[in-house]
């Protein structure tokens, strides 16, 4: 339907305007509900009683208004608003001189605006570039011919006008009109949008991984912090506990100390009145009168010597002092209060001590020499027969005997500075033979791996290797797994100790510890 039909539909008969509030008649016609209840009120006034539809001239009833017909109003309403934006901007019919109707297309070639009943009568030619309704003051002219833009010429990508395309720089270049240009360019448009879009959410899903990864990495480390404090507040308190210790064995000491003093003084005491006494005696052997010597009487024997007892105790103390042997004793007090401290402190960081690993003979390669103290895995080119032995693997390799399947644990590995190498963990259910049976070249194994006559280190998973820089040979390390938490990482025992990497996963099934080794040997430290 044509605009101006439309909108004749939309006005009331009564005020010919657009409905406000409209009602309907029994006879089906609408009008606006004051137009009609003024009507209404008339025929009352005069007191006919007749009523007729002012549109088709029926007569009704006393009362004929139907409660407010939505749909109309609705319509109406929306009419309106449409029609007040268009007014706003100014869009109207050229053509329509008598009342002011809203155009529904813009001809870019006639740089004019139409409505729906001036738009049918249009020319459909080529030239004829129909839009969405625009205002030409603000439209694009062609900067040679002064004429609105209405083609897109691809090869220059450019917009020129009719001019341009007839007699210009750009004949017989596949030309578009302006609208099919840029329908094609919103299609490419749209294209570039939805993969942006996809491309961001992309961003935004790892962006959100980032940042939970952070805040977990920032809760870790606030929780390893506190451990560290702890860890050094219960190593303070080991220290003063040591120091008094140590400190109160000093005081015994000084105990036994004064304790040799105090003979010291009875020692002087005694010596100096048996030097009086010995003074005595000389001068009475030098006297010449035998009366006075007969009458000076002898002092007792005890008197003259010091007592066995006074003896042995100034042997044991005088000739062997007590320092010395003190000095060992608090040595070893020293070497066990920090070795205690040593114990405790590696304890509480590594969360678990050192496991003893062993190495399996009946999950060993036949290409593996094993030591006796079941520590240490050699290539051999002879091959092993083991009596009792429950299943050959394939690969030069051997699993631990003891598996893990929570906790934390941590094991200590040094290798040969040549031939190959690998260190991991496995599943039990790791394959035993074939292609896929080296630890690192399935899904149930993890190692780290160093190939013959490489500097190179890399972690090994499903067949798939990460590289590792090496920065200096070395050739012992540390392989550190806490399975609850899904994590395994190895280290380099180099001075700092280096972490090499840290594989995080979810364990499913128990491990065992794995080792690779060909032209060469790997050792549990």
Known sequence: MACAEFEDELLCSICLRTFEDPVPLRCGHNFCRMCIEFELDAVFRKGSGDFTCPDCKAELEEHPIHPRNLTPSNTAEGFLSTRLEQVDAGLFCIYCIHVKIPAVKSCLHCEASLC????????????HILTDPIVFKESKRCPIHDKVLQYYCPKDATCICLLCRLAGDHIGHPVEQLNEATKKKKKKMRNVLKKMIKKNEKIEEK???LKEQQNESHKETTREMKKVTALFRSIRSMLDDLETKVLTHHSTQDNHVSLISDLIREMEIKKDEICSKISHLEELCFMTNPWSILQEPLPSQENLFVSQEDATLVESKALHPADGLDAVVISEILYKGFTDVMTFAKKNIFSHEETDLLLDTRRAGVNVDISDDLKMASWSQIK??????????ERCQVLSTCLFSSGRHFWDVETSKSGTWNLGVCYVSMPKSGDMAEIGSNNKSWCLSKFHNSSQYSVAHNDREVLIEQKTPNNKFRLYLDYEAGKLSFYELDDPIRL???VTTKFKEPLHAAFYVC???VRIA
Do not use: T
């Open 500 to 502: 090499l990497h840290v």
């Open 384 to 393: 092993q027969i083991r009596p009792g032995q429950q299943m050959h693997l």
């Open 519 to 521: 032209n060469g040997w």
């Open 207 to 209: 962006l959100q991984s």
């Open 116 to 127: 729906d009943s001036h738009l049918k009568v249009h020319s459909k030619s080529e030239e």
